[in-house]
Antibody
Framework: ETQLLESGGGLVQPGGSLRLSCAAS????????MSWVRQAPGKGLEWVSV????????QYADSVKGRFTISRDNSRNTLYLQMNSLRAEDTAVYHC??????????????WGQGSLVTVSS | DIVMTQSPDSLAVSLGERATINCKSS????????????LAWYQQKTGQPPKILFY???TRQSGAPDRFSVSGSGTDFTLTISSLQAEDVAVYYC?????????FGQGTKVEIK
């Protein structure tokens, strides 16, 4: 079965760090770019970051640039999001998403259920 | 950044009736090199992750019901549900993947009247 399973969310204090993981199965992971998309409680979707299939290209939203790092381990079929210097406004459900292409200019055709990150003191 | 604006923010439609959602981008998402519109439509039901309905503006994702249709090119796009069913209650989003950052519309909530 083709699926994505996020983990690593939780409660963290402002200024703290957290690393999200996304385990992929059911497809050739390295063939596809991957993204993180977040959704604040009761709000819409916000694109966060993207990484190409071979990790040669990464891009970030301005709101997280310099604080978040996307990476992947194709040998482990796993996507990561390292989040540092967390702020209250980073509170959201973080979805990993598989893109329909190897390159980053592509749609998300498979989404994980998401992992809730709460930044609060 | 390319701003995606959906209208309306919400709509209530009777079962079996038509629902129409508009999506407008602040600049074209039609790539001249391949004549493709870098636009997708997603459906998100309560408590679930989004699910893709269409990509490249008009390519139907496998499994998306035929009552969903799309139109548009360049900067103006439309998603239509021809005969609303109870299972179509959801929030619908358009997304452009032409530029970075990739951006979503604010969402349109579809309910039953």
């Amino acid at each position: 079965e083709t699926q994505l399973l996020e983990s690593g969310g939780g409660l963290v204090q402002p200024g703290g760090s957290l690393r999200l993981s996304c385990a992929a199965s059911g497809f050739t992971f390295s063939d596809y770019a991957m993204s993180w998309v977040r959704q604040a409680p009761g709000k819409g979707l916000e694109w966060v970051s993207v990484i190409s299939g071979g990790s040669d290209t990464t891009q970030y939203a301005d709101s997280v640039k310099g604080r978040f790092t996307i990476s992947r381990d194709n040998s482990r079929n796993t996507l990561y999001l390292q989040m540092n210097s967390l702020r209250a406004e980073d509170t959201a459900v973080y979805h990993c998403a598989k893109l329909g292409c190897t390159g980053i200019s592509c749609y998300c055709n498979l989404w994980g259920q998401g992992s809730l990150v709460t930044v609060s003191s | 950044d390319i701003v995606m604006t959906q209208s309306p923010d919400s709509l209530a439609v009777s079962l079996g009736e038509r629902a129409t959602i508009n999506c407008k981008s602040s600049q074209t998402v039609l790539h001249s090199s391949n004549n493709r519109n870098y636009l997708a439509w997603y459906q998100q039901k309560t408590g679930q992750p989004p699910k893709i309905l269409f990509y490249w503006a008009s390519t139907r994702q496998s499994g998306a019901p035929d009552r969903f249709s799309v139109s548009g090119s360049g900067t103006d796009f439309t998603l239509t549900i021809s005969s609303l069913q109870a299972e179509d209650v959801a929030v619908y989003y358009c997304q452009q993947y032409f530029g970075i950052p990739q951006t979503f519309g604010q969402g349109t909530k579809v309910e039953i009247k």
